[in-house]
């Protein structure tokens, strides 16, 4: 990646609502990364995200590879929320960020962090290019009868409810690695994506064509705190006949649900600890999550009519074989297997040779897929 003989350096900051994380790439290489945390909580040193902002420049100043570094080609700003209106890494001028505002009753724990963090280095380098990547953008192909809710229509409309899905730049950068794989840009993928937060994706030729979570990041398979799938009458039940307000059935379902609902643990290393001293908790906590992921992996084949990778990644994904064989257990019908000492060494291709679907474990890079989808777009707009 380099023009007119220079490598370029791009800055990719992921900007929440509490941590800024950050990660410096040269080319395709990261030189740098790391995360600042308890932003303007009680008795946190780091007021707001002008100060996290500050201790980042320092930190990469302190490497000789600052901020204000003329060296610097771009800014990515990993960003959660972008609608409809954003399918595609954006260029960030006053009337994108002004567009991010008005999606932030979409995303209220995430847009706002994005966009203060966009702020401040908007601030410090006015004259860099600056890019939004969007969390929603790679799930945007999605049909209508994948996106839309069977509710009234003029009421989704009017208030955007519909499916957007989240984990974008992951989903994106995991299928393609698939298909590089496999050597066929136009095979067909299911990316599980196991992180704290889960999701699952049918991506076929590099399009998406469902995703697991939907307009919220709460939908779908069962996570580290969020339950996931949950039949809508529960939360009219727990209003009504639980006396819980909003607020508290909001903190129930993304904070204290999912791994943490069910056994008090959202680590999975724990609860496979747990698991292994017979804890019945733990057992059923990690059966719900296997059956549930196991039925998205059932329902996205469907969804493909073929598929040729099954690809797990994120912490969960990338880590537990006992996750990876659970799930896919007495598939054999479908084409699929794990081969249980690949499964164990879990790099790359896991299924056993010659059957019809490759199972694999491919590490997610969202930061780099944040660099490359930066650098995609500046020949089309301003080069420094
Ligand atoms: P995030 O979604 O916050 O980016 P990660 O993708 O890093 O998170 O995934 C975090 C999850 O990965 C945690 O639940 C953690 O327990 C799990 N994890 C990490 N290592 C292992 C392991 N060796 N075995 C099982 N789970 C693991």
């Not at 930190?59 to 060296?71: F, T, W």
């Not at 609608?83 to 995303?107: N, Q, R, S």
């Not at 059966?287 to 797990?312: N, P, T």
């Amino acid at each position: 990646m380099t023009v007119a003989g220079k490598t370029e350096r791009v800055l990719v900051l992921n900007s929440g609502s509490s941590s800024v994380k950050y990660a410096l790439f040269i080319g395709e290489e990261r030189l740098a990364s790391g995360i600042v945390e308890r932003i303007g909580e009680p008795g946190s040193p780091v007021a707001d995200h002008e100060a996290a902002l500050d201790i980042v420049a320092g930190e990469l100043a302190d490497r000789n590879l600052g901020i204000d570094s003329p060296e610097l080609t771009a800014i990515g700003h990993r960003v959660v929320h972008g609608g409809t209106d954003f399918t595609e890494p954006t260029l960030i001028t006053d009337e994108v960020t002004a567009k991010i505002e008005e999606l932030v009753p979409l995303a209220p724990l995430h847009n706002p962090g994005n966009l203060a963090g966009i702020e401040v280095t908007r601030r410090l380098r006015p004259d860099l290019p600056q890019v939004a990547v969007f969390d929603t953008a790679f799930h945007s192909t999605i049909s209508p009868a994948a996106a839309t809710y069977a509710i009234d229509r003029k009421l989704a409309e009017r208030l955007r409810i519909r499916r957007y899905g989240f984990h974008g730049t992951s989903h994106a950068y995991v299928s393609r690695e698939a298909a590089a794989l496999v050597g066929r840009p136009g095979c067909n993928v299911i990316v599980l994506h196991l992180g704290n937060g889960a999701s699952a994706s049918a991506v076929s030729g590099g399009r998406c064509l469902e995703t697991s979570m939907g307009m919220t990041p709460l939908e779908g398979l069962v996570m580290g705190t969020r339950s996931g799938d949950l039949d809508p009458g529960v939360l009219l039940y727990l209003a009504r006949t639980g006396g819980m307000s909003f607020d508290e059935i909001d903190t129930l379902v993304n904070r204290e649900s999912g791994m943490r609902g069910l056994c008090g643990e959202n680590d999975m290393r724990t609860v496979q600890e747990r698991l292994a001293a017979k804890d019945p908790d733990a057992e059923l906590a990690f059966s719900v999550y296997c059956h549930r992921l196991r039925k998205y992996v059932g329902a996205y084949y469907a969804v493909l009519g073929v598929v040729d990778v099954i690809a797990f990644t994120g912490g969960v994904g990338e880590n537990s074989p006992l996750v990876r064989q659970t799930t896919l257990d007495g598939l054999e019908a479908l084409g699929i297997a794990v081969d249980p000492e690949r499964n164990r060494r879990g790099k790359g291709v896991i299924s056993p040779d010659g059957t019809a679907v490759k199972v694999a474990v491919i590490p997610t890079n969202e930061e780099l897929e944040i660099t490359r989808q930066t650098l995609a777009i500046l020949p089309r707009t301003k080069r420094p």
